[in-house]
C-alpha cells in the first residue's frame, strides 16, 4: 500500500451500480440501489439523506461491514485497486485499520469502557503488526493522539473514555481510526450532538488528514458541516442517489426536489415564525434572471401569555469534589445562575460541554440539589435547603422533560399505549377516558391508534421523539425541560419534530426551557437566550439581538464556530 501522504494514483475507492439487500428485510427487495461512489486520496466525499436513506450501509459496505446476510451486488467493486467482490473475511479484516478507518458518531459507546483510551488506540497496532515492539507502540499512541489535538497525550492515554470530554473522546475514536495510518477514513456522523466549538475541532482533524492526502468519506445530515469540509456531496433518499456532484453545485443548484426540501428545511433566525417542514425551494423570476427562494407556510400565531412567572430561578451553585484531585479540591459546574421563565415563553440555553447546561435543567428538574440558590415553580418552593420530592409531588405533573435520547429513557418491555397511561396517571381518569386521551394525545403528535402497541424498539427516532413530545403533554404541564431534544435527528424529521413541538407549545400556552448545542436550532425556536460558559451565565436576552448583535466574546465565538452554509448557499438559505 503507498503510504497516504504520497497519495496512490487510483482512487481508493471505485465502485459502480452497488445494490445492498438482505433476504429478511424490504421483501427482499434491496436497500441500497445502483449507487456510484467514487474517493480518490486528499479527497472528502459527503453522503446525506434522511435516517434510512441507505447512507450508512453503503459506508459499511467499504469495510466489509454491512451486516450477516447482507446481499452485495454491483458492476465494479474495487477497493484500494482490488475487486472487493471475491472478498473473504480475512480479507476485510486485513483491509480494516491499515487501509481504511471508521470513526462512530457515539464515541462513549464505541469506545470500551474498561479499557483506557490508550490500549484501545493500540490494538490496531498490535493486531495489524504496525509496530512489533511495546515502545514503539506506545509511542505511535502518544503521537497519533498529539496528532488529532489531544493535550498531555501521556496522561491522557491512561484515563476511561467516561473520564473524558465528549471532544476528547470524539478524537480518541479519531485517533484509533488513524493509528495505522489508512488511506480512507470513513466517518459517521462524527460531529451529531458535539457543541460548536468542539464539532469545529473535529471537523479540523479531518481537513488536516485530507490535506495529508487521506480520503474521506463522511457520513451526516448536517448540511452546514457538508459545506464546509467536502469536496463532493452524494445525496441519497430510499436508497438511491438523488443528486450528486461538486459541493457548491448540488448546494447552491439542487436539482432534485428532496435536495432542496433538505435544504428548505434548515432552522434559522429568518424561519422564525414558520413550519419548516413545508419549506420548498422555487423557482422565480427577478429581473428576467431565474433565482431560487425559499417559501414557508406560516405557523398559527402564539397565544399571547399572561406573564404570569412560571419558572424562578435565583443564584443556584453547584460543586463537584474533583476526582483524582486533591481531598479539598472542587470543581464548580454552576456559579450564581439566575433567570425568569414566563407562562407561554421559549427560553434558549446555549454552551459548549461542561459549560453547566444540563446541571442546570438537571436543578430545575428537582433531579438534582443546589448547593446553594433556591428554584421556584408555580410560586411553590421546588428546590433549595430544605425541599424534599415529596413537597414537589403535587406539582410534579406540571413540570415535564423531553430527553434527546428517548429510547434510553423509555422502560423497552412497555408499550406506547403504557408509557403514555404513566403520562396520565396523576389525573386518575377511568379506563375508557384513559385510551381516548392516549389516542387524542398520539392523533396530536401526528401518530394515531395504530401506535398504542407499538414498543420503543420498532419506532424511528423521529416517531420515538413524537411518543415523548406526546408523554409529556398528557398531564397538561406548565413548563417542559427539553434536552437537546432534535440533535440525533436527520434535517427533515429535525424540522417535523421543531413545527410540531412549536405548535403544540403555541396550542397550551406551555413554557419551554430548552437546552442545546444548535444555535440554528435555538435561533428559530427561542425568545430569549442564555449563553453558559464555565458555569456563568455571560450573556441573555432577546434571541435576535443576542446573535445579530453578541456582546460576550465567548457568544462571539461560538457564532464563528458554528457551521454556516457559505456562499451562495447562504443567501439561499435566507431567501
Not at 457559505?566 to 438559505?573: D, H, I, K, S, V
Request: glycine residues 10%.
Amino acid at each position: 500500500m503507498t503510504s497516504p501522504a504520497s497519495g496512490p494514483a487510483r482512487p481508493l475507492v471505485d465502485i459502480r451500480g452497488l445494490s445492498i439487500g438482505f433476504a429478511h428485510a424490504n421483501g427482499g427487495a434491496p436497500l441500497v440501489r445502483d449507487v456510484d461512489l467514487t474517493i480518490r486520496p486528499g479527497e472528502c466525499v459527503a453522503l446525506v439523506g434522511e435516517s434510512g436513506s441507505g447512507k450508512s450501509l453503503t459506508a459499511r459496505s467499504l469495510i466489509g461491514l454491512s451486516g450477516p446476510g447482507a446481499r452485495i451486488d454491483a458492476q465494479r467493486f474495487e477497493i484500494d485497486g482490488r475487486d472487493a467482490r471475491a472478498f473473504t473475511e480475512r480479507d476485510w479484516r486485513t483491509l480494516r485499520g491499515p487501509f481504511a478507518g471508521l470513526v462512530m458518531q457515539d464515541a462513549l459507546v464505541s469506545l470500551d469502557p474498561l479499557r483506557t483510551v490508550g490500549a484501545e488506540i493500540t490494538e490496531v497496532l498490535a493486531h495489524h503488526r504496525v509496530l512489533r515492539s511495546r515502545g514503539e507502540r506506545q509511542a505511535r499512541v502518544r503521537e497519533v493522539m498529539a496528532d488529532v489535538g489531544i493535550p498531555d497525550p501521556a496522561m491522557r492515554a491512561h484515563q476511561y473514555a467516561h473520564e473524558l470530554s465528549g471532544g476528547l473522546r470524539q478524537r480518541a475514536l479519531i485517533a484509533a481510526a488513524i493509528a495505522a495510518g489508512p488511506a480512507l477514513v470513513i466517518a459517521d456522523e462524527p460531529t451529531t450532538a458535539l457543541d460548536v466549538t468542539v464539532q469545529a475541532q473535529v471537523l479540523a482533524v479531518l481537513a488536516e488528514r485530507l490535506a495529508q492526502g487521506v480520503g474521506v468519506l463522511l457520513i451526516s445530515h448536517d448540511l452546514a458541516v457538508v459545506s464546509g469540509i467536502a469536496d463532493r456531496v452524494i445525496v441519497m433518499h430510499d436508497g438511491i442517489v438523488v443528486d450528486s456532484g461538486a459541493t457548491g453545485d448540488v448546494l447552491n443548484r439542487p436539482v432534485h426536489d428532496y435536495t432542496r426540501q433538505l435544504l428548505a428545511a434548515q432552522p434559522s433566525l429568518e424561519s422564525r415564525g414558520h413550519r419548516l417542514s413545508s419549506a420548498r425551494i422555487v423557482r422565480a423570476a427577478r429581473d428576467d434572471v431565474e433565482a431560487l427562494s425559499i417559501v414557508r407556510d406560516p405557523l398559527p400565531p402564539r397565544v399571547a401569555g399572561s406573564g404570569r412567572e412560571v419558572l424562578r430561578v435565583e443564584g443556584i451553585g453547584k460543586t463537584y469534589r474533583r476526582r483524582g484531585g486533591a481531598h479539598d479540591e472542587r470543581f464548580t459546574a454552576l456559579d450564581d445562575v439566575s433567570f425568569i421563565v414566563r407562562e407561554s415563553e421559549v427560553l434558549g440555553i446555549i454552551g459548549e460541554s461542561g459549560s453547566g447546561k444540563s446541571t442546570c435543567g438537571n436543578i430545575v428538574l428537582g433531579l438534582l440539589a443546589p448547593d446553594r440558590g433556591k428554584v421556584r415553580f408555580l410560586d411553590a418552593e421546588w428546590n433549595g435547603r430544605g425541599v424534599t420530592e415529596k413537597m414537589r409531588r403535587a406539582l410534579r405533573p406540571r413540570m415535564q422533560y423531553i430527553p434527546q435520547d428517548p429510547l434510553s429513557s423509555f422502560d423497552p418491555r412497555h408499550s406506547v399505549r403504557q408509557l403514555l397511561e404513566e403520562g396520565l396517571y396523576p389525573q386518575r381518569l377511568s379506563k375508557a377516558d384513559t385510551l381516548a386521551r392516549s389516542v387524542e394525545l398520539l392523533e396530536q403528535v401526528g401518530l394515531g391508534v395504530a401506535f398504542l402497541e407499538r414498543r420503543p424498539v420498532s419506532l424511528s427516532g423521529g416517531q420515538r421523539q413524537r411518543v415523548a413530545i406526546a408523554r409529556a403533554l398528557a398531564s397538561e404541564p406548565a413548563l417542559i425541560v427539553c434536552d437537546e431534544p432534535v440533535s440525533a435527528l436527520d434535517v427533515y424529521v429535525q424540522a417535523q419534530v421543531l413545527d410540531l413541538l412549536v405548535s403544540l407549545q403555541a396550542r397550551h400556552s406551555t413554557a419551554l426551557l430548552f437546552i442545546s448545542h444548535d444555535l440554528d436550532v435555538v435561533g428559530h425556536l427561542s425568545d430569549r437566550v442564555l449563553v453558559f460558559k464555565d458555569g456563568h451565565i455571560v450573556e441573555e436576552g432577546d434571541v435576535e439581538r443576542v446573535f445579530a448583535r453578541p456582546q460576550h466574546a465567548y457568544t462571539r465565538l461560538l457564532k464563528a464556530s458554528a457551521p454556516t452554509l457559505c456562499g451562495e448557499e447562504r443567501e439561499l438559505a435566507a431567501s
